[in-house]
């Protein structure tokens, strides 16, 4: 019998491709999403081993609850002046976003990208690190730099590529690199960041240093080969490491189920490399604090990594080239069940009568001046399309320890057709 005989009979295959619940237009409910109760998950000791606590990669770490009460065995149990720094680095970075943002707007510079909504993942985890431990961020964790009270104007000379930049204009706008604050350089090639940090670890490790390290991508970019092979380095060899997830729901315009996200969680990627999961509430500053806080116990300790899944949701678009009323809903981030991280916090020390609102207030403004003043000075090193910030032949520094032949050959016919076009701010002198 020929095989197209016998195929006849058999039921046809068909693919399937993911489709978000909500498209723009649509009306937005959250209901189905679980969201186990504050102070619910249980926390293992810090020296367990990761297969006995499996649980956690599917529920959810969660602190502050319905009626801003810190509650559970995750409270870190913050001092109020903790956390009214907390507050604060975290009203500082949208204060900063906000400011930036318009300034893309008004043409300063070329690009953009806020973390609305996602503060709390950054700024917590600047909290509860050390300082010297190595931070290997995203593009989207500029509160870390704030938190760890990194100059603004520094921020913004390279978000300006301007005379200031010490980065001499080479990165995209936003793609810091600060040495002094143990924040290594942002790549635009999604999670190539993984693997650095865990070689980083492990030469930490190895060295019998006692600094560890951590590292932050996006729900989407675990979809990359980098993240997958960094988790297996780090469960081999027991990195000295923390792997932050940060699922907003959204890579640019793919929502979480082309990574994966219909199947399963993100902190259960963990469970396959043997490595501790958390799943955590990424929008509870305290539960992000206390997450990390026990994660980087464990890498002291010689426990290994730990994968966090910051469970969260991009409430804005994905940067400033972006439109997201394209493709999702506009009621997506109001209707977002787990709220905004800064009024959580806010609403908590309110509630144990350590912050009122004309507080909040007066302090909105003076970090809204406070960003002003800044501004004001990184621009006087320069903005987008007011002529050239840093000299010509510098676009060949930094790169090679020697200048290859063919690039010598290229400066060479650069700097002779900038001579022969006569415009004087071509040469480094
Ligand atoms: C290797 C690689 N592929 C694609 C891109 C283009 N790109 C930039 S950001 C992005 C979305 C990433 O989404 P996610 O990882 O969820 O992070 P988020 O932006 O939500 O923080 C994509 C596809 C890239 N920069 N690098
Ligand atoms: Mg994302």
Known sequence: MASDDRRANLQPLSLYVPEPKFRPGDAVDFTSVRLPAAGETRRPDTADKAETFIDLAYELVRVLDEDNQAVGPWNPRLSPDTMRSLLRSMALVRAFDERMFRAQRQGKTSFYMKCTGEEAVAVSAAFALDYEDMCFPSYRQQGLLIARGWSL??????????KGDRLQGKQLPIMYSVREAGFFSISGNLATQYPQAVGWAMASAAKGDTRISATWCGEGSTAEGDFHSACTFASVYRAPVIFNVVNNQWAISSFSGFAGAESTTFAARAVGYGIAGLRVDGNDALAVYAA??????????????????????????????????????????????????????????????????????????????????????????????????????????????????????????MLAEETASGRPWAHKS
């Open 153 to 162: 104007v520094d921020m913004m000379n390279q978000i300006y590529s301007n």
């Open 292 to 413: 990390t806080a026990w994660a980087a116990e464990r890498a002291r300790t010689n426990q290994g990594p730990t994968l966090i899944e910051h469970f969260t949701y991009r409430a804005e678009g994905h940067s400033t080239s972006d439109d997201p009323g394209q493709y999702r809903s506009e009621g997506e981030p109001n209707a977002w069940p787990l709220g905004d991280p800064i009024k959580r916090l806010k609403d908590h020390l309110i509630a144990i009568g350590e912050w009122d609102e004309e507080r909040h207030a007066a302090q909105d403004k003076e970090l809204a001046e406070d960003v002003k003043r800044a501004q004001k000075e990184a621009e006087q090193n320069g903005i987008l399309g007011h002529g050239l910030h840093q000299p010509l032949d510098t676009l060949f520094d930094g790169v090679f320890e020697e200048l290859p032949w063919h690039l010598k050959e290229q400066q060479a016919q």
